[in-house]
């Protein structure tokens, strides 16, 4: 604020000195026209009183220094007064870099702490999201499958992921299901090894599933799930048949319950503890169990205990 006062006065002082000079030469100008006016009455004068000569001779002398001393003296103050304005902009403009310098600073300080509250804020990634990215990489492919009753017996399909994280898994129609069918899981209720099996880019233990499972009768594509033909339901009534397994010298135990429509329809499911699920007739069904004994025989497994059901339909089972 001084210094902008400072320079508002040295202003205001060249202005004055500018001001006086103009009223100099306005007076010099008038007394010019003066004499041009009255030059015969100036010239009658003079001529009748001599001593005038000498006073008029002796004026420019006198004056001739006055002035000068006026001149410089003015000259000199406007000389001051402009090395002073120059030097209060040389300051004003070290001060303009130096507040465009501490802007800069302040600037990124202000960007540095928003930067890092915006870190302290962000939502942390979740084992669910960090499972689901690993499986949208993966999208259609085949995976080994395990839960905590043992492994699948077939390899689904990766089908979707969907934005709340819900992982769908696709079994279709063909040698190794009798009945298509859909799993669905939580990817934060999944544990995920990136170690390939065979063709299976993954391995995945299901710690629980989300929902019930879909039963999606003979359709051998994904993408036909969604059509009304594919919709196959079933009324689960009471148990017809079931068998257990266990391995000598080891605690993993199999199972295979076979249910009976609660329609009392010629209509079984049969579920393994192995993920494997089929829907069919009392012919199907039984193969199809027989198939599942085979398997966890060739495995090292024997059947530990079975019993039956009530069915009005026969299941040709040993």
Not at 154 to 163: G, R, Y
Not at 232 to 245: E, L, P, Q, V, W
Request: glycine content about 6%; charged content about 25%.
């Amino acid at each position: 604020m001084g210094n902008l006062e400072h320079e508002a006065r040295l202003r205001k002082g060249l202005g004055d000195q500018c001001m006086k000079r103009a009223f100099a030469i306005a007076a010099v100008a008038e007394l010019v026209l003066v004499v041009v006016l009255l030059r015969s009455a100036i010239k009658d004068f003079l001529w009748t009183h001599p001593w005038w000569h000498s006073f008029l001779i002796a004026v420019p002398t006198i004056a001739l220094p006055i002035l000068a001393y006026f001149e410089l003296r003015h000259s000199g103050e406007a000389n001051t007064l402009r090395i002073e304005a120059n030097d209060l902009r040389a300051e004003a403009n070290v001060l303009q870099g130096r507040i465009a310098d501490l802007t800069i600073e302040l600037d990124a300080e202000r960007n540095k702490h928003l930067q890092q509250i915006a870190k302290n804020t962000e939502k942390p990634v979740t084992q669910a999201e960090r499972n689901a990215n690993t499986l949208r990489k993966h999208l259609r492919a085949k995976v080994t499958v395990s839960e905590e009753r043992g492994n699948w017996s077939n390899t689904p399909e990766i089908v979707e992921v969907s934005d709340d994280n819900i992982l769908t898994l696709f079994t279709p129609h063909g040698y190794s299901s009798s009945a298509a069918w859909c799993v669905k899981v939580q990817c934060g209720e999944l544990e995920i090894t990136d170690i390939p099996q065979g063709s299976c880019p993954l391995r995945l233990k299901v710690l629980k599933r989300y929902g019930s499972d879909v039963q999606l009768g003979e359709i051998t594509k994904s993408e036909d799930r969604f059509q009304p033909a594919a919709k196959r339901t079933f009324a689960k009534g009471g148990t017809a048949y079931h068998a257990t397994y266990s391995k000598p010298g080891s605690p993993e135990r199999r199972s295979l319950y076979v249910f009976a429509s609660n329609d009392g329809a010629n209509s079984f499911l049969l579920e393994a503890s192995t993920g494997e699920r089929a829907l069919g007739d009392n012919e199907e069904i039984s193969k199809r169990f027989m198939v599942l004994q085979i398997e966890y025989e060739a495995a090292g497994f024997i059947r530990s205990g079975s019993g039956t059901g009530g069915s009005p339909h026969r299941l040709f089972i040993s």
